[in-house]
């Protein structure tokens, strides 16, 4: 008798390997051909920036390109209703820092 159950099991593990080891091979190509492109070139891959260091980034563009300091947005509001010394204690100590 033929064992089908072990044939098939058999077939199914060769199958799952041989797809693994295509899959290794492949990749390796990829990077190789990669590393040789950039040989090429002359260009080295480098990492993006981090979220923090674009943010630092931004933050300090804005404050190089303006002279003064953006009311936020709901300012309107609080100057209307008078005079906020929170926002003028802020923006006198920004001053400051920025000067020195």
């Known amino acids: 008798m033929f064992a089908y ?4 099991t058999m077939l199914i593990n ?13 990749g390796v190509n990829f ?3 990669q590393v040789e492109h950039h040989e090429k070139t002359g260009v080295t891959p480098s990492a993006p920036p981090s979220a ?10 804005l404050l190089a390109q303006k002279d003064e300091i953006p009311a936020p947005r709901f300012a309107k509001a609080v100057i209307v209703s008078g005079p906020n ?3 003028s204690a802020q923006k006198a100590c920004w001053a400051k820092r ?3």
């Open 52 to 61: 923090d260091v674009r943010l630092l980034t931004e933050i300090r563009d």
């Open 14 to 26: 060769f199958l799952i390997l041989a797809w693994i080891i295509f899959l290794m091979v492949k």
């Open 85 to 87: 010394p929170r926002l």
């Open 5 to 8: 159950g072990n044939f098939v």
């Open 31 to 33: 990077l190789r051909h």
């Open 98 to 100: 920025r000067k020195g």
